[in-house]
């Protein structure tokens, strides 16, 4: 007879396998180290492998990434889309920026494919154009959730998808015994999505959880 330990221990091994189902190469793995050694938290390598086929079943041309980190999940985003698509990419920290670079040089990215600015996400947005996207990634300062979400629905066109990684916060977000202002503004950004007319949205427990929402 199978019990909750043995059901849960399967769940985590399911995780684990799903997590590895699409292995990183050299370029990713030496990209996500970096992450490490600047204390920038990666996407996942199951979030990273769902990206790419949300990013080349889209066929994205336009993508926007709010939070650039050391270029991990923004490598995922480049080879999903087409060889012509460009991914537009924010980070205000000039570090992990010219750590980006150096993956994108590694894994011979075409520098008219990337345009990396630097900058506060909340200055930068408001400067791209509305309805002009097909992918938007969130994945910065969680406290900015509401304001980049907002912010990435405006930009996408329709059928569009916006990605908000990190929805899960450490496991925090199922936990209703965790009222803490970043888990509450996480957790209330899920709720107000999956209310949203203007999307369909999911919570995929990839990673940190990669919660997609397609504009109608
Ligand atoms: C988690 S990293 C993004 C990682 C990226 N998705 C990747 O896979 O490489 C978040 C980025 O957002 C920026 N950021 C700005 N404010 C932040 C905050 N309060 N907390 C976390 N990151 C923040 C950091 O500079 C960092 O590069």
Same mark, same amino acid.
């Given at each position: 007879m199978s019990t909750d330990v043995d059901a849960r221990s399967g769940r985590t091994a399911a995780w684990a396998y799903s997590e590895a189902f699409v292995p990183e190469d050299e370029v990713l793995l030496r990209a996500r180290e970096r992450a490490a050694e600047l204390g920038c938290q990666a996407s996942s390598p199951g979030t990273g492998a769902l990206l790419q086929v949300v990013a080349a079943s889209l066929g994205a041309r336009a993508v926007v990434e709010v939070g650039t980190g050391t270029g991990v999940a923004a490598l995922w985003l480049l080879r999903g889309m087409p060889a012509d698509g460009v991914l537009t990419t924010i980070d205000a920290e000039l570090e992990h920026q010219r750590a980006a670079k150096r993956a994108f040089a590694e894994a011979g990215i +075409?520098? *008219? #494919?990337t345009r990396t600015i630097p900058g506060r996400p909340a200055d930068v947005l408001p400067r791209l154009t509305d309805g002009a996207y097909d992918l938007v990634l969130v994945g910065s300062d969680p406290h900015a959730y509401p304001e980049y979400v907002e912010a990435g629905l405006r930009l996408l066109r329709p059928g569009g998808v916006l990605a908000v990684d990190g929805a899960l916060h450490g496991g925090r977000? +199922? $936990? +209703? *015994?965790? #009222? $803490?202002e970043v888990t509450t503004v996480v957790r209330d950004v899920g709720r107000s999505l999956r209310a949203d007319e203007r999307v369909l949205s999911a919570l995929a427990p990839s990673g940190d959880g990669l919660l997609l929402a397609v504009r109608r």
């Open positions: +075409p520098p *008219a #494919r977000v +199922p $936990d +209703p *015994a965790r #009222r $803490d």
